[in-house]
């Protein structure tokens, strides 16, 4: 059974930073299967950042030059980095990941909750 646990979330002032990390079990995933979206209470949920098959870091506009994906294929893990946190990030965070070659992700972690306070 695929599992995918996110760490990391919490309560930061804006400017600040914290970094997400998210574990897969159960799968082995490629280094560029995993990726993270975000929901925002009374939004849908959108991408924020992932690789691409060809191994190119993807980001959403809004996190562009703020936020860093990395990942850890030895240990099946991959991390957000977030910078200069705006209240508008604020939202529950989503690990996912992606069977080989697909282009949707199958597999979805259980969120957790990044605050910003203006």
């Known amino acids: 059974q695929v599992q995918l646990v996110e760490s990391g979330g919490g309560l930061v002032q804006a400017g600040g930073s914290l970094r997400l990390s998210c574990a897969a079990s159960g799968r082995t995933f490629s280094s560029n299967s995993m990726g993270w979206f975000r929901q925002a209470p009374g939004k849908e949920r959108e991408f924020v950042a992932a690789f691409t098959w060809s191994g190119m870091a993807n980001y959403a506009d809004s996190v562009k030059g703020r936020f860093t994906i990395f990942r850890d294929n030895a240990k099946n893990l991959t991390s957000l980095q977030m910078n200069n946190l705006k209240p508008e990030d604020t939202a529950v965070y989503y690990c996912?990941?992606?069977?080989?070659?697909?282009?949707?992700?199958?597999?979805w972690g259980p969120g957790t909750q990044v605050t910003v306070s203006s």
């Open positions: 996912a990941a992606r069977r080989m070659w697909a282009a949707n992700y199958d597999y």
